[in-house]
């Protein structure tokens, strides 16, 4: 396969953000001051695995793009972006929780 068909066929173009806005809700309580507080948040610098992160959630479609890659190896694509793409993200109602753990739990406001 030549480069222009593999290019065609497997198109991997990312872009991958470097700033990210953290509105003051967010903010840990020792980062936030006066300023944060007149802007409502802050930008960040993300790292380069924090930016892999945020654009993986950010683009769902896209991850077949990757996945279907001849010769994908999850480990290395974990070595270099920090994404694991084996752990999944598991979505349970507070029932399913306390059926999971075995207890009643009562949620206080």
């Known amino acids: 396969m030549s480069y222009t068909d593999f290019i065609g066929k497997y198109d991997l173009s990312v872009e991958l953000p470097i700033n990210s806005w953290v509105c003051n809700e967010d903010l840990p309580e020792e980062e936030q001051t006066k300023e944060t507080r007149e802007m409502d948040g802050k930008l960040v610098t993300l790292s380069y695995k924090e930016a892999w992160k945020k654009w993986w959630e950010e683009h ?12 994908f190896d999850a480990e290395i694509f974990k070595e270099i972006t920090g994404i694991d ?21 009562k949620i206080k406001k």
Do not use: A
């Open 60 to 71: 769902e479609d896209d991850h077949s793009k990757f996945l279907e890659l001849p010769n």
């Open 85 to 105: 793409i084996e752990e999944k993200e598991e979505e349970m109602t507070m029932e399913e929780v306390c059926k999971e753990l075995g207890r009643t739990i």
